[in-house]
């Protein structure tokens, strides 16, 4: 069975600082994992995925993830926060055997002036 | 290129009644997967058809049914709704090829049950 973690149900940072969600997942073989986000009232967005080769990926808006095999983590950072990165934020983990997409519950990210 | 579109946006219902929801996946796309959003229990996995067949099914009761067609469009029925079903359900796309393709999702549609 696979799983995706994410140990924070909040984030709050100051704008300008370094934001950075947590993930960690749980799935037989190498993981194909993803980061989505969601604005209030609005379906799901695709930030960035992972699939193999270079640890670290680079999304949309600025945002990057670090994939870490040994720690089976895949985690979300973005540099310099903005108010408007204020949203839900997805982890989400397949393995290389099932087409099934399995979610982490969430985690709120607020971002302040 | 058209997003992921679903109808209605919004419904109210009562216990005991059935719901179809509609899903129209990016052109091309022959991957629709459905999820259910509660604030109690996050993004619920509910199924995922693939060339108008069932390819993975999440752990709901056989009240939750849904079906694909062949122009790639897919609809999930509800029977006998329940207060908990209240719920946003959301639709996902993808080309449905490759394990590490992502998904496209829609707006939702928001289900309230009185």
């Known amino acids: 069975a696979q799983s995706v973690a994410q140990p924070e149900d909040q984030v709050n940072v100051a704008e300008g600082n370094p934001l950075t969600v947590k993930c960690t997942y749980s799935v037989s073989g190498n993981p194909y994992l993803f980061w989505y986000v969601q604005y209030p009232n609005r379906g799901l967005q695709f930030l960035l995925k992972y699939i193999t080769g270079d640890n670290l990926v680079k999304g949309s808006y600025g945002f990057e993830a670090e994939f870490n095999k040994s720690q089976t983590s895949f985690h979300l950072k973005k540099p310099s926060a903005l108010v408007s990165d204020s949203a839900l934020y997805f982890c989400a983990v397949r393995s290389p055997n099932d087409y099934k997409l399995s979610f982490g519950a969430g985690t709120t990210v607020t971002v302040r002036a | 290129k058209a997003g992921v579109t679903q109808t209605p946006r919004y419904l109210i219902k009562t216990r005991g009644q059935q719901v179809t929801l509609s899903c129209s996946p990016i052109s091309g796309h022959r991957s629709v997967s459905w999820y259910q959003q509660t604030p109690g229990q996050g993004l619920q996995f509910l199924f995922e058809?693939?060339?108008?067949?069932?390819?993975n099914k999440g752990n709901f009761p056989g009240r939750f049914s849904g079906r694909q067609f062949s122009n790639s469009r897919s609809e999930m029925n509800v029977s006998t709704l329940e207060l908990g079903d209240s719920a946003l359900y959301l639709c996902?796309?993808?080309?449905?090829?490759?394990?590490?393709?992502?998904?496209?999702f829609g707006p939702g549609t928001r289900l309230t049950v009185l």
């Open positions: 058809y693939f060339s108008e067949t069932q390819r």
């Open positions: 996902a796309s993808s080309t449905g090829l490759e394990k590490y393709n992502e998904q496209f």
